[in-house]
Structures are given as C-alpha cells and as structure tokens.
C-alpha cells in the first residue's frame, strides 16, 4: 500500500463491525460514514514524544499540528502492521513496541471547510530510536516534545491542534496512560 489511491477504509456500523470498505480518497466528505483508524504517539529514547503537522494539501485539518502518526488499517491487516506501515510512509520511521493504550475511543469533528472525520479509532504508543524522515505529502513538520509541553500547549490553544488529538490527550492523561515513559527494550 504505497499510493493513497489504492488504499481504502473499512467501514464500520454502530457496534464497530464491518460493514463494507471504500476508497480512502473518496470517503471523507461532509457525510463521512463511521470507519475504522488508529492513532500512534511515539517516543524516543529521551522521553519525548513526536508530534507531527499535517501537511497544507491534507483534505482534513491541513496545517495542524497532530499525534506521531495516523492512519486506516486495511481489510485484513492487523493493527501492529498497519501502524508499522504508516510510521514508515508517512515518517519513513521503524518502530518498536506498538501497544495499544485504549480501544475505547471514537469521536466526529468537522473542520474549517466541512470535512467530517467520523472514526473508531484505537490509540496505540511506540518507541523508536530513529530520526524521522517525513513524506512531504503527510508532514510538513515534526518535533519532539515532552508530554507536559504537549498537554500545556492543546490545553492553552486547541484550535492549532487536530480535534482528535486534543480528545485523546484529555483521556490519554485522565488514564494516566504515559505515567512509565517508554524505553527500548534492550535498555537495562
């Protein structure tokens, strides 16, 4: 899955079963259906988190910043590997350690233009000891942040930060699911 065009979305019906798959460039409109994604906060071995923005020619939220990397597994395609597989097309980073933190978390926002973004959407954490490397077309920016910063920074002006971000990192700090900072696991 290399071009955006082959790619598609699974789509899901209330009680998150598939009902159906479309292509992702045609799903997110003003109406975009209830779909399956992910979202992946990944560390360093210094403690600091990658945010990434989002690039001006993204259909949704361009120009925000956002969570390390997001993304649509496939019909058939595990969580683990559909998180690799972004890391490495959008940041053109390896990851170690994919854990999911939460796969309670579902939310609808519209942005500035009227695209909807309507996703079931388990939040996953990573590690990674490589420097990223983004795709142009994904990531205008990136930088490493301590979480205190981030939580800070999304309380102080939501609006410079995509909607699903800000949601998760309220629930992400009421779970208080970053209180042991990821290590590689070949650390002593």
């Not at 992910?38 to 259909?59: H, M, P, Q």
């Not at 058939?76 to 940041?91: H, L, S």
Request: aromatic share 10%.
């Amino acid at each position: 899955m290399s071009h955006r065009a082959t790619e598609h979305v699974v789509l899901l019906d209330a009680n998150h079963q598939q009902i159906g798959i479309m292509d992702k460039s045609q799903v997110h409109t003003a109406s975009t259906p209830l779909h399956l994604a992910f979202s992946c906060y990944i560390f360093n071995a210094e403690g600091k988190l990658l945010i990434t923005r989002r690039a001006i020619s993204k259909v949704a939220w361009p120009g925000v910043w956002t969570n390390s990397v997001c993304g649509h597994p496939q019909l058939g395609e595990t969580m683990q590997a559909a998180v690799n597989r972004r890391c490495r097309y959008e940041i053109g980073l390896e990851v170690e350690e994919v854990t999911l933190i939460t796969d309670d978390f579902q939310y609808r926002a519209t942005d500035a233009s009227g695209i909807v973004e309507n996703e079931y959407c388990p939040i996953f954490r990573a590690f990674t000891e490589s420097t990223p490397t983004p795709r142009h077309s994904e990531v205008m920016d990136y930088q490493w942040v301590t979480l205190d910063s981030l939580y800070d920074g999304a309380a102080a002006v939501p609006w410079a930060f995509s909607p699903w971000m800000v949601k998760q990192l309220a629930l992400l700090r009421a779970m208080n699911a970053f209180s042991t900072p990821m290590q590689p696991a070949h650390s002593v």
